[in-house]
């Protein structure tokens, strides 16, 4: 009898073990999740957390990204051949499920953060045109 019970909490202490174990290894790296919009079959890979990492960054550990720069912004215009498409659709993201205030170029990303990249209603197209602020959160 003595021995099933240390057989249960050896048991017990090992799938503790794993858990903490895992829980751990996921603060050094970065969730992508891209969600295409039911154009194709949505993607979720963890990426190693290195310094400096941006948004940006660990799109291209995940996928074939297109983008093209204006100025000093870096814009993404493709991700695995879904194109944003003018008053359409368009690639945005989330941090942590809120929106981003800044391009993906420059968001920096902390260990254990969740990049989820949407290919929606394109709700900024306009904005520019008429140099209007797009709308809050993108909306999101």
Known sequence: MAFIKSTKFLGVALILLLHLNLFASNKNEIKVIIDFGGETENIEKSVSFENN??????????????????????????????????????????????????????????????????????????????KEPCPDNFGM
């Open 53 to 130: 990492i941006t948004a940006l960054k660990a799109l291209l550990h995940t996928a074939t990204v297109q983008t093209h720069p204006i100025n000093d912004y870096v814009f993404v215009d493709a991700i695995n051949g879904v194109e944003n498409i003018k008053d359409k659709n368009a690639w945005y993201f989330t941090i942590n499920g809120k929106p981003a205030k800044t391009l993906a170029i420059n968001c920096n990303l902390a260990k254990g953060d969740v990049v989820k990249w949407i290919y929606k209603k394109d709700v900024c197209s306009k904005t520019i045109e008429t």
